[in-house]
T-cell receptor, first 113, second 110 residues
Framework: EAQVTQNPRYLITVTGKKLTVTCSQN?????MSWYRQDPGLGLRQIYY???????DKGDVPEGYKVSRKEKRNFPLILESPSPNQTSLYFC????????????FGPGTRLTVL | EDKVVQSPLSLVVHEGDTVTLNCSYE??????LLWYKQEKKAPTFLFML????IEKKSGRLSSILDKKELFSILNITATQTGDSAIYLC??????????FGAGTRLTVKP
């Protein structure tokens, strides 16, 4: 089954404790992206990647890091999480030339205390 | 600065009503406009629009794009309680980024 998976689905952590949210897709997609969703703000793009070893900043990259060492994986790293990073995070993927038809993962709800 | 603006932000109707959701945009290198439905999980794709004036339909839902006036509408006729969700509008550009609006929260009461 074609899918985008994220782990963990729920996470409660404390300020400053480094964490990684994993994202994996099995569709051989070149394009992968991370979004955060906050009430009243819709989805905002954090980072995206057009292919292995190629990453670009989205609208809200501050406080986040990503890496793309393999085509199928695109982890989101919070080196020192802060409460304003409490949000619902979505990973998405698509073919490189079909960015407008992205497949979304199930979401990760992160709470930073 | 690129932006996507949806209106209204929230809407409450009764079953059987018809609703119109709006999405206006200012995006450089426009490629496509998409509508998603989001219940308590990831957004699910509804429509992708790239050409002006061509209505897309799926059951009771339809959508159209006006590239001259830079907006799109999503119509839902004969609403049902199962239509209650957040409806998201997104615009993709040839720069390979996606910009979402804040969404319209639709509540359909029995």
């Amino acid at each position: 089954e074609a899918q985008v998976t994220q782990n963990p689905r729920y996470l409660i952590t404390v300020t400053g404790k480094k964490l990684t949210v994993t994202c994996s897709q099995n569709m051989n997609h070149e394009y992968m992206s991370w979004y955060r969703q906050d009430p009243g703000l819709g989805l905002r793009q954090i980072y995206y990647s057009m292919n292995v070893e190629v990453t670009d900043k989205g609208d809200v990259p501050e406080g986040y890091k990503v890496s793309r060492k393999e085509k199928r994986n695109f982890p989101l790293i919070l080196e020192s999480p802060s409460p304003n990073q409490t949000s619902l995070y979505f990973c998405a993927s698509s073919l490189w030339d079909r960015v407008d038809t992205q497949y979304f993962g199930p979401g990760t709800r992160l709470t930073v205390l | 600065e690129d932006k996507v603006v949806q209106s209204p932000l929230s809407l409450v109707v009764h079953e059987g009503d018809t609703v119109t959701l709006n999405c206006s945009y200012e995006v450089t290198n426009f490629r496509s406009l998409l509508w998603y439905k989001q219940e308590k999980k990831a957004p699910t794709f509804l429509f992708m629009l790239t050409s002006s004036g061509i209505e897309k339909k799926s059951g009771r839902l339809s959508s159209i794009l006006d590239k001259k006036e830079l907006f799109s509408i999503l119509n839902i006729t004969a609403t049902q309680t199962g239509d209650s969700a957040i409806y998201l509008c997104a615009v993709g550009s040839f720069n390979n980024d996606m910009r979402f609006g804040a969404g319209t929260r639709l509540t359909v009461k029995p």
